[in-house]
């Protein structure tokens, strides 16, 4: 019986490839640097700020005085424009609706600075939205490590074998994996269909609202109050 749903942020409930792109090209030609297109970033995003500062850097400058100087940028940055662009994906409002209708509990397990998380959760959905948002924490490892999802499920009350994750790259895919939730691909986000069905998708859609026929199914075509 299914549950709960836990969601990746960036790619799988909210569109911020502009915001993050704009953010992290502001950094390097701050520092001086080269800045890249913003489709680049659907494959330099996902493993949290530090692993980005490294990707977008170029490589003889990629050490820490470097990232700590980008990062200094980078955040207020992000933080004074992440509202400029970003907007939720068609159909993530009317599911989290749906969800909340069914009574499936909810919950954010994202690479996202948990300040800039909530922050973002809050202003996009509301923080009656989800009952857990668990951003990383200076300290914690990131995704694909299971402990963020196996604190959001705790915080819901949920078990792994109860809980789909929803989420756009191979990160959410092994995350999934690792803390013994159904993996699901969300193909609107930032990766393709052979990078999610390639690290472990259990299912792969192509809109957010097919999520439901996804619930049915395990649910043996009932759905969960």
Not at 146 to 175: Q, R
Request: glycine share 8%; net charge negative.
């Amino acid at each position: 019986m299914i549950k709960a749903v836990l969601f990746d942020l960036d790619g799988t409930l909210l569109n911020t490839l502009d915001d993050l792109a704009d953010a992290a090209n502001y950094a390097l030609a701050a520092r001086g640097y080269p800045v890249h297109p913003v489709e680049a970033y659907k494959y330099f995003v996902g493993n949290g700020v530090i692993t980005l500062m490294e990707r977008i850097l170029p490589p003889e400058r990629n050490n820490k005085e470097e990232i700590d100087a980008a990062l200094e940028i980078y955040l207020p940055y992000y933080k004074a424009h992440s509202a400029d662009k970003t907007a939720p994906y068609d159909g993530v409002n009317p599911l989290l609706s749906a969800l909340a209708e069914l009574g499936v509990k909810r919950a954010v397990v994202t690479n996202k600075p948990n300040d800039q998380a909530l922050e973002v959760i809050s202003r996009y959905f509301g923080e009656a939205s989800f009952g857990a948002v668990c951003g990383n924490i200076p300290g914690l490892p990131p995704k694909p490590d299971p402990e963020t999802a196996l604190k959001a499920l705790c915080l819901l009350g949920a078990s792994p074998e109860e809980a789909l994750f929803l989420g756009d790259t191979k990160v959410d895919m092994l995350t999934a994996k690792n803390a013994g939730a159904t993996p699901i691909g969300a193909l609107w986000g930032f990766r393709s269909r052979e990078e999610l069905s390639g690290h472990g998708a259990a299912r792969i859609i192509e809109r957010p609202l097919e999520l439901l026929d996804i619930i049915k199914e395990f649910n043996g075509g009932a759905v969960y109050a």
